[in-house]
């Protein structure tokens, strides 16, 4: 078998570079890992830049987000249960669309399928060979038979934990990591969102996020350490919790019920360099993790999809090398950026352990300065809203 470009992994990353190329005439066949109701059943991102919203656009993907994702022109900061708003289009005239990943994912199925899109779900021992030469191939174990995939590109979009980012020989690779001394526990509960929009808020005993995905349906976050479990955690201890961290009037207003999902995510900031070796383009969670406070890890995955496709299209359009050239470093001089604002959002709203009252001071003083200056404001809201591409 032959295609253009074979992409490891039908994450959002995959899919959605399947779904620009196909719409160029470029073949690619995605192989996924795991089954498509494992995929689907993943809840993680929630905001999308706007600059996300239009690479779904321009790929064809964007009913169901019209009609049902919730545009935010701000968000709400808050420390000690006191909070206060950024306003997004007032300080940089731009918004974000909240519409959750899992939504993304289903919708990018969905035109994968209607275009007659090749996806092969729970390809095992996916494995990318001759990625130095002009002649790369991929060979996977599907129902126990053997394949052989010839190709012209090999894109790893197979999250931080795929096989891609390996390929690269550690002589060329250089990693960058960060990893921060707590945890993100979430749950998704069938109740309306306490606020109309996000709530970031930063407290002594920990930070605490409240978002959604609907209007009947809202997802919350605690900071806890790293030694926790998600099932020690009952939904009234999780909801206590929460109270306790967020401004008082969201706590008087809160309505609770029981979790649909829990469970507890690391956090960590991570960059390879670089991410492009011969044949072979990293995309999205396979080349870089930010932890989610800046809500930038899918559209960051995003970005790279755009660098990358534009320089396919141009390689296979009019024989145009250049954008290929350059993606691994026009694609990280954003993730960077993307990097320092996610870690930087992150370093002012956790409790550190090790931070002490003069690191809460700080803080507070940080999110007083944030409430009280414009200017603040403006490079809070540029960033969250997304650097153009
Ligand atoms: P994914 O989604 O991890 O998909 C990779 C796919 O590759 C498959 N795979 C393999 N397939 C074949 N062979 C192998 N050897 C393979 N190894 C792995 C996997 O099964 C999977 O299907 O990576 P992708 O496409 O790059 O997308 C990245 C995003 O998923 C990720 O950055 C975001 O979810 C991060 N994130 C957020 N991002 C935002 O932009 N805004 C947010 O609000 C936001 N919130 C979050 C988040 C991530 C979270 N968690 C749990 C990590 C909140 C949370 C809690
Ligand atoms: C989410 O809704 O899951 C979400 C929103 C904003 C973030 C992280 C996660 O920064």
Redesign the pocket.
Request: glycine share 22%.
């Given at each position: 078998m032959r295609r253009q470009v074979v992409i490891?992994?039908?994450?959002?990353?995959?899919l959605l570079l399947s779904q620009l190329l196909h719409r160029d005439g470029i073949e690619t066949i995605v192989?996924?890992?795991?089954s498509r109701d494992y995929?689907l059943g993943?809840?993680?991102?929630?905001?999308?830049e706007w600059g996300s919203v239009e690479m779904l656009r321009t790929a064809g993907v964007d009913g169901r987000m019209n009609d049902q994702g919730l545009v935010h022109g701000g968000t709400y900061l808050a420390a000690r249960n006191r909070g206060f708003r950024i306003d997004f289009e007032a300080r940089v005239g731009r918004k974000v669309m909240v519409y959750g990943?899992t939504e993304v994912t289903a919708d990018l199925y969905a035109a994968r399928d209607a275009m007659g899109g090749e996806i092969i779900h729970e390809?095992e021992g996916?494995a990318p060979h001759g990625l130095d030469t002009a002649a790369p191939w991929v060979s996977y174990v599907k129902d126990g038979t053997e394949h052989r995939i010839d190709c012209d590109y090999v894109v790893g979009?197979?999250?931080?934990?795929?096989?891609s980012r390996g390929c690269i020989p550690e002589s060329v690779r250089t990693e960058y990591e960060r990893i921060y001394p707590f945890g993100?526990l979430?749950i998704l509960s069938e109740v309306p969102p306490v606020s109309h929009e996000l709530i970031y808020a930063n407290h002594p005993r920990g930070f605490a996020l409240c978002s959604m995905r609907n209007p009947q349906l809202s997802r919350h976050?605690i900071q806890v350490g790293l030694d926790e479990k998600a099932e020690a955690w009952s939904d009234d201890a999780f909801w206590d919790e929460l109270r306790r961290r967020i401004p008082q009037d969201a706590a008087d207003t809160l309505v609770t019920g029981p979790s649909i999902e829990k469970?507890i995510?690391p956090l960590r900031s991570f960059v390879c360099e670089p991410i492009r070796w011969g044949r072979l383009f990293l995309?999205?969670?396979?080349a870089h993790?930010v932890p989610?406070t800046g809500?930038?890890?899918?559209?960051?995955?995003i970005s790279d999809v755009h660098y990358l496709w534009q320089g396919l299209r141009a390689r296979y359009g009019d024989g145009e090398e250049e954008g290929l050239a350059r993606y691994s470093e026009r694609a990280l001089a954003r993730v960077w950026k993307s990097v320092r604002f996610s870690w930087s959002m992150t370093t002012l709203l956790h409790h550190f352990p090790e931070q002490g009252a003069f690191g809460q001071r700080i803080q507070d003083a940080d999110l007083a300065y944030l409430e009280q200056s414009e200017a603040a404001q403006t490079a809070l809201a540029e960033n969250y809203v997304g650097l153009p591409f």
């Open positions: 490891i992994g039908g994450g959002p990353s995959g192989l996924e890992r795991r995929v993943r809840i993680r991102a929630g905001v999308l990943q390809a996916v979009c197979d999250g931080f934990h795929g096989v993100w979430g976050y469970s995510a995309v999205g969670d396979a993790i989610p809500a930038k890890g899918l559209n960051l995955a």
